[in-house]
Every structure is written in structure tokens, then in C-alpha cells.
């Protein structure tokens, strides 16, 4: 398996953030998001000049990618974490082999300060979240408008 980093130093192309976008789309099955918002994500992560930047990190296996995870900078510390994990996926060929909690590690590594997630009750990848020392702090409540 190989990984990279794609961050505001070291940028994916157009095509990258296409196929990062596309593969999120299709493999966050139902707690995903609409596809301009995963794109909108990558580019937030991927630009420190207007946002506050952040990391896309790809696993791939014979040029495909096989998970993916999005980490965007918050622009807070001490009483929100400075990052939060947008988008984790994993292929459906690869899920049960350990590739989310390596993609988690290497995501740890890489972050700095503290992680926050949001997760559905029932998303399977909760339980490996808690592993991994997440804890349940807040019942998030939105306002949408």
C-alpha cells in the first residue's frame, strides 16, 4: 500500500482532487455527502492563503485508491480542536483489513493538536474510532438555514 499527502505545500492536481472526490462519493456509502461538498472539503484542506488549510491523505494499491481521508485545520485551540476529520473511506475490498486504522495512525502523525469527528450512531467505524482513544463529549445539535 502506498500513501500520500497531499497539503498546501504539496497540492494534488485537478485530476487527483477528481478521483479523491469521486472515490469519497462513491465509498461513504450512506454517511456521505453530496459531491460538491467533498470537493469543496479537499479544497478547503488544500488552501492555507483564504482557509486555514488542512491534509488529504490517499492510500492506493496498483494507482487505485483504496481509502481516503480528509483533515481540515479549524483555526481554534484549547476549547475547539485544531482539526477535524471531514471524510475517512475505505474500498469495500479493503474494509476489515486494518487499512482505517492505518489511515487513522498515519492521520495522527500528521495532524497537529487535537482531532475532533463527527459519526452516526450506528456507522460501523465508531467502535474503531473508540479504540483509537476517541471519546464522546457532545450531542451535536445544527441549525440549518
Known amino acids: 500500500m502506498d500513501y ?3 497539503t498546501p ?6 485530476q487527483q482532487k477528481k478521483e479523491i472526490a469521486d472515490f469519497l462519493f462513491q465509498h461513504l456509502d450512506e454517511f456521505g455527502d453530496e459531491y460538491d461538498a467533498i470537493m469543496r472539503c479537499i479544497n478547503f484542506a488544500l488552501d492555507d492563503k483564504e482557509k486555514f488549510g488542512g491534509f488529504v491523505l490517499t492510500a492506493t494499491e496498483n494507482g487505485k485508491i483504496a481509502g481516503a481521508v480528509i483533515i481540515n485545520k479549524t483555526g481554534m485551540t484549547g476549547y475547539i480542536p ?3 476529520l471531514v471524510y475517512i473511506a475505505v474500498h ?3 474494509r476489515g483489513q486494518g487499512l482505517g486504522k492505518q489511515l487513522m495512525l498515519k492521520t495522527f502523525d500528521k ?3 487535537s482531532i475532533k469527528l463527527h459519526v452516526e450512531p450506528e456507522n460501523p467505524a465508531r467502535f474503531l474510532y473508540e479504540k483509537l ?3 464522546s463529549k457532545y450531542l451535536e445539535m445544527r441549525l440549518n438555514r
Open 133 to 135: 482513544g476517541f471519546t
Open 4 to 6: 500520500t499527502f497531499y
Open 9 to 14: 505545500a504539496q497540492l494534488a492536481n485537478e
Open 92 to 94: 469495500k475490498d479493503f
Open 82 to 84: 485544531e482539526n477535524i
Open 111 to 113: 495532524a497537529q493538536g
